[in-house]
């Protein structure tokens, strides 16, 4: 998808932190710089699942990316899928967003078609998938509704299909959730953050993004009932993790 995003300033001046991080037009016109700048290995990850949908997609079915924002991951499986009788629904409950990615996306000949929903994903109807994504959108949903949506996700799977969750992650260990937050702040500033605006951005996200840590992942996903569950990319508290029906 190109980047037609301008720079993401939103935190860059003093008086900058008021309220929560919302999903508005403000951060929709930053959105792909922000998320670049912000989540390490973000491009290697939207790559890989439309990889990942090309190896576990099957016709007629249909592949959904839960929480699409701009539509990375599905305009990724798109140009990874050569079938156009399988169906990409993207979702988001941000107007925003919606109204945003759909000037984005194109038809392609040959390839799915890409179709975008507005709708909060905790009350979507999900059926016939062979592969559904949730990138980096768990983490916003309240850690009380994740286990029935991904029982859901489990249930519209296919047999065979694949769930991508990737996920801002926690850790017990302190020293090592010190060291790889470090690392991000890091990462963030030698991508042109500032500290201002890293403390801001922090804060205004610390009661909307509630991240988990892998353990508690991988057991909700047993529990579900998935029959296997990993991680196949990793950078620092940033995971992307495979789960298969
Ligand atoms: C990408 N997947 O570029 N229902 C629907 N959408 C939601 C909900 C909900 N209940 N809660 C949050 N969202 C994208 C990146 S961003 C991650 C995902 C980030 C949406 C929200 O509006 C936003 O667009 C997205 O989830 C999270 O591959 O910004 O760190």
């Given at each position: 998808?190109p980047d037609t ?9 003093p ?8 999903f ?23 790559h890989?699942?439309?990889q ?10 249909r ?8 539509g990375?991951?599905?305009v ?6 050569a079938?156009?009788?399988i ?17 984005l996306?194109?038809?392609?000949h040959g ?10 994903i ?9 592969v559904?994504?949730?990138?980096f959108t768990?983490q ?7 286990a029935?949506l991904?029982?859901?996700v489990?249930?519209?799977?296919n047999?065979g ?9 926690a ?24 500290d201002l ?11 909307v ?9 991988h057991?909700?996903l ?15 508290n940033?995971?992307?993790i495979?789960?298969?029906?």
């Open positions: 998808m995003s301008n720079k993401d300033t939103i935190y860059a001046s008086g900058s932190h008021t309220g929560e991080f919302i508005d037009e403000k951060v929709v016109d930053v959105f792909p710089d922000m998320i670049k700048r912000s989540v390490p290995g973000y491009s290697t990850i939207i890989m699942i439309g990942i949908a090309q190896r576990f997609s099957h016709p007629h079915t592949c959904y990316d839960l929480g699409c924002s701009l990375a991951a599905s990724a499986m798109q140009q990874q899928i079938d156009n009788s169906e990409i629904i993207a979702v988001d409950n941000s107007s925003d967003m919606i109204k945003k990615a759909k000037t996306a194109k038809n392609v390839a799915p078609s890409i179709t975008f929903v507005e709708s909060d905790t009350d979507l109807a999900l059926e016939n998938a062979s559904i994504v949730l990138n768990l916003f949903i309240a850690p009380s509704k994740r029935d991904l029982s859901r489990y249930k519209a799977l047999k299909g694949v769930l991508v969750l990737s996920e801002k992650l850790f017990d260990d302190a020293q090592y959730s010190d060291l790889v937050t470090e690392l991000h702040h890091y990462f963030k500033k030698t991508n042109g953050y500032s605006e890293i403390a801001h951005k922090r804060a205004a996200i610390e009661n993004l509630i991240p988990e840590t892998r353990e508690t992942h057991q909700r047993m529990d579900v009932g998935f029959s296997s569950a990993d991680i196949w990319f990793q950078c620092f940033f995971a992307s495979v789960a298969v029906k």
